[in-house]
């Protein structure tokens, strides 16, 4: 049986943290796909990253999958994706479960309050 910190250490490993100012200066490139895994009423409070989509950790697998009903066309598998969550956890672990899924560029930014203070640009 494993615990969530288990879970958590295995995903991170997967998935690593990328400093926030290069994930800013990817953003402003363009190209990337920034994507905040929160859900809707914790985004409503802080906003989130600029031009960011919005896919909760919870509907994840829906959306990602291209063969579902529910799939979100911008997830690609070719896309090179950032994720943001609220301290970092969320985003390492939806990281992992989009390398399961075959997306092969996936990066965790950590927490929205970290690319807040670095001066990321937000949107409501």
């Known amino acids: 049986m494993k615990t969530a910190k288990e879970y958590l250490d295995e995903a991170n490993r997967e998935v690593p943290r990328v400093p926030v100012e ?3 200066t990817r ?3 363009g190209g990337a796909l920034f994507i905040d895994v929160r859900d809707s009423a914790a985004i409503a409070k802080t906003g989130t ?3 960011a989509a ?3 950790r919870g509907f994840l697998e829906f959306a990602a999958d291209e063969s579902g009903q529910y799939h979100n ?3 690609r598998k070719d896309a090179e994706i950032y994720l943001v969550c609220g301290a970092g956890g969320q985003a390492a672990l939806a990281g992992k479960t989009l390398k399961e899924m075959g997306f092969g560029k ?3 930014i ?3 309050g970290d690319w807040k203070a670095a001066g990321g640009p937000m949107e409501d």
């Open 106 to 108: 996936v990066h965790n």
């Open 54 to 56: 919005r896919v909760p």
């Open 49 to 51: 990253i600029a031009g």
């Open 110 to 112: 950590g927490g929205i």
């Open 22 to 24: 290069e994930a800013m």
């Open 27 to 29: 953003h402003a490139g």
């Open 73 to 75: 066309p911008v997830l």
